[in-house]
């Protein structure tokens, strides 16, 4: 009995020691076995990857980035170029598919259009926006609204001490963004979002179902955003607001200020937007912003393409006020590289596989003139035009036809040329309708410009008698006018400016007259300083450059247009062109598709014992 039971229980021992073993063995075998199932998995989706194309739906690429510089002409870049360093500007020059001569097909260059155009693809016919602001009395009868404002929401995260002010929204953007069609494409998987310094900025280029805009609170330069994106800002934002990196920008500014002897003031005023909005330090105060979103949010980690609009203010926000030609544009243009090229460095560490696996877009809202005094002085016609006075004349004109002896305000008193915006209750009241009015408005228009260059009796007199020995000022010049109702209508001079006025026309805002002055002519009031608005080419030339896998590195020279910029995004995406997008997909730029390459995304952590077995022959 005892023998026996010392025997079974050896056994069992026996039993158990070889069940031990074979449980190892076991466990070993479906080890190997699931790894060989990962592994012929992994080879199924590298064939599978193979067999597709790349484009969003695998996160090709991992992230696109889109920066426009506002207020950026194309030729800073041809003629500051042997400054350039690093891979900022050179990015593209270099190692990417740089456009020089894109053009802003269209008459109303602004910053509202500008950024609508490059989101969308399309025109201010097919996007709505023509301007940054214009009046509609339904929604405000004191003063023109701007592009993006909307009461029926509330800013997020203005400091207890902000101004209040309504909401944002793209609600007058009548077309989707290649953001929006990236969003839609991957039932919001997608993850899109804007930055700027200006809200129309930042709202606009990113689109309708953008996951976030921000922007920044005038005063404090506080990051910011509105209830129609969300009831508060994310952890990540309120870190960065409550960083104290407004207060280093704000030192950063007061350095360049001093070293380009600018007056502190002179520009955009005493706030952060203002004063560090005129100087470098708002370029890297916004790329650190785009850095603490792209970590926050988490851009580039998901299975399909996210992507990231950047509008960098500061060259806009000092070039108003000094003008493309003067030293600290210069300095400005040098700085902005140097950040771009810490930015794109940053990118390519801490995307998933470097900058390979990003796309990387440049372009501009508009260009500028130069400054007229500086212009006149090279002998062109480059007249400032009091704009007040020609309005005064205009309802001087007004009142004598349709009210003799009143003093009634047919011409609203805030007007943003092109457009001379009327007031529609007063023609009203005058029995007069539309096309009446912008008639009207249109035959007293040159009159009213003459006037402002008329010469005295004595002075016309003196200079037929003796010819002048100095070169005389310049004068006003209204080239063409065209009412709303003829834009609405269609009625467009033959040829390519007859194309251009076209594309400048919107259904959004009231009644108006559109003025076309002569080249480098404009609304004085810039405090000597400049500005863009025009069909003029200066006003619409700006870069166009693309970094990424899909495209052919050089220098690419014909016309091309920012619309085309949204639409091959689109296309080499494999997503729906942005609703009403007209532009042209940049071929001559794009490698064979054969030939698109991207780097293989880090290995994802695997246990050591796999990898060994793995490496085994
Ligand atoms: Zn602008």
Same mark, same amino acid.
């Given at each position: 009995m005892g023998k026996r039971r010392i025997s079974s229980i050896m056994a069992i021992s026996r039993f158990l020691r070889t069940s031990f073993v074979f449980l190892i063995l076991g466990a070993a075998v479906a080890c190997l076995a699931q790894e060989s199932t990962t592994k012929a998995a992994a080879r199924a989706?590298? !064939?599978?990857?193979a067999a597709v194309p790349p484009s969003a739906y695998n996160a090709h690429p991992k992230l696109a980035v889109l920066i426009v510089i506002d207020q950026f002409r194309e030729d800073y870049l041809e003629r500051y170029r042997a400054d350039f360093k690093g891979h900022g500007f050179k990015l593209f020059l270099d190692k990417g598919a740089y456009f020089p001569d894109c053009y802003y097909d269209y008459a109303n260059t602004m910053t509202a259009p500008g950024h609508s155009t490059i989101g969308t693809g399309a025109y201010s016919n097919g996007h709505g926006i023509a301007g940054n602001e214009w009046w509609d009395l339904s929604r405000n009868k004191e003063r023109?609204?701007?592009s993006v404002e909307d009461e029926r929401y509330a800013l997020v995260g203005v400091p207890a001490a902000g101004k209040t002010a309504p909401g944002s929204s793209p609600r007058n953007l009548? $077309? &989707? +963004?290649?953001?929006?069609?990236?969003?839609?494409? +991957?039932?919001?998987? !997608?993850?899109? /979002?804007?930055?700027? #310094?200006?809200?129309? !900025? $930042?709202?606009?280029? &990113?689109?309708s179902a953008a996951n976030a805009a921000y922007w920044i609170d005038q005063q404090s330069g506080a990051f910011i955003s509105s209830t129609f994106y969300e009831p508060q800002l994310p952890d990540w934002a309120a870190a960065f607001n409550a960083s104290g990196r407004a207060a280093q920008a704000t030192q950063d500014a007061q350095t360049f200020t001093s070293a380009n002897n600018l007056k502190a003031s002179a520009y955009g005023g005493k706030s952060f937007y203002g004063f560090v909005g005129s100087t470098p330090a708002a370029n890297a105060y916004e790329l650190d912003f785009a850095r603490a979103l792209? +970590?926050?949010?988490?851009?580039? *980690?998901?299975?399909? *393409?996210?992507l990231v609009t950047i509008s960098l203010s500061a060259n806009d926000i000092l070039g108003h006020g000094v003008g493309p030609d003067a030293p600290a544009e210069h300095a400005m243009v040098d700085s902005l590289d140097t950040d771009l090229d810490g930015f794109f460095t940053w990118l390519d560490k801490n995307v998933d596989g470097g900058l390979g696996n990003v796309w990387i877009a440049l372009t501009a809202d508009h260009g500028v003139a130069p400054v007229p005094a500086e212009a006149a002085k090279?002998?062109?016609?480059?007249? +400032?035009?009091?704009?007040?006075?020609?309005? $005064?004349?205009?309802?001087?004109?007004?009142? $004598?036809? /349709?009210?003799p002896g009143e003093k009634v305000s047919y011409l609203f008193d805030r007007q943003e040329l092109p457009y001379l915006a009327l007031n529609p209750p007063n023609f009203d009241r005058a029995g007069i309708n539309e096309q009446e009015a912008e008639q009207a408005v249109l035959d007293a228009l040159p009159s009213a410009v003459d006037a402002l260059s008329a010469p005295t009796d004595a002075e016309a007199k003196s200079k037929i008698a003796a010819p002048s020995q100095t070169r005389l000022p310049p004068t006003p010049v209204l080239v063409r006018a065209y009412t709303r109702q003829q834009l609405a209508a269609g009625a467009y001079p033959a040829g390519e400016f007859g194309e251009i006025l076209s594309h400048s026309y919107s259904p959004n805002g009231g009644w108006y007259v559109m003025a076309v002055f002569a080249d480098y002519q404009m609304e004085g009031g810039y405090g000597g300083g400049t500005t863009h608005f025009s069909p003029w080419s200066?006003?619409?030339?700006?870069?166009?450059? /693309?970094y990424g896998a899909p495209f052919a590195p050089g220098i690419y020279h014909g016309r091309v247009g920012p619309v085309d910029l949204a639409a091959t995004w689109a296309a080499l995406l494999g997503i729906n062109q942005p609703s009403a997008a007209?532009?042209?997909? #940049? *071929?001559?730029?794009?490698?064979? *598709?054969a030939s698109v390459a991207y780097p293989k995304p880090a290995p994802i952590h695997t246990h050591p014992a796999h990898t060994k077995t793995a490496a085994k022959p």
């Open positions: 989706d590298a !064939a599978a990857a023109p609204i701007t009548r $077309a &989707s +963004t290649v953001g929006d069609e990236l969003r839609l494409a +991957t039932a919001g998987e !997608a993850r899109v /979002f804007g930055i700027s #310094l200006k809200d129309r !900025a $930042a709202i606009l280029p &990113s689109g792209i +970590t926050g949010e988490q851009l580039g *980690t998901h299975p399909v *393409t996210d090279l002998g062109i016609n480059a007249a +400032t035009i009091d704009l007040k006075k020609v309005v $005064a004349s205009l309802n001087e004109a007004m009142n $004598a036809k /349709f009210s200066y006003d619409r030339h700006v870069p166009l450059g /693309f007209v532009g042209h997909i #940049l *071929t001559q730029a794009l490698k064979p *598709t």
